[in-house]
Nanobody
Framework: QVQFTESGGGLVQPGESLRLSCAAS????????MGWYRQRPGNERELVAL???????NYADSVRGRFTISRDNAKNSVILEMNSLKPEDTAVYYC??????????WGQGAQVTVAS
């Protein structure tokens, strides 16, 4: 099993920035990729950004150039810097950690609201 320590999220105005952080820990679990998905109201959960231990990243087209994901492999932690936020970024953001055995572990979610 994997436990998550998450922080960040909140209410901001359009154009502002927020940071999400997530650390995963688990006995006998070796974490491969980490990242975030989000679920906007009335929509399916969707990819935001992923990062692998070697530093390769994958971003959704809707956030590329505005969001940056980074990782500390030693701490199994990941940070999502979100800049130039838009109202359509409003969602619950879920941290995801995937093991080398392809088991997926999800955080509890953090609300991000972008509104004037």
């Amino acid at each position: 099993q994997v436990q998550f320590t998450e922080s960040g999220g909140g209410l901001v105005q359009p154009g502002e920035s927020l940071r999400l952080s997530c650390a995963a820990s688990g006995k006998n679990v070796v974490i491969a990729s980490m990242g975030w998905y989000r679920q906007r109201p009335g929509n399916e959960r969707e990819l935001v950004a992923l990062i692998w231990p070697g530093g390769n990243t994958n971003y959704a087209d809707s956030v590329r150039g505005r969001f940056t994901i980074s990782r500390d492999n030693a701490k199994n932690s990941v940070i999502l810097e979100m800049n130039s936020l838009k109202p359509e970024d409003t969602a619950v953001y879920y941290c995801l950690a995937t093991s080398y055995g392809d088991h997926e572990y999800w955080g509890q979610g953090a609300q991000v609201t972008v509104a004037s």
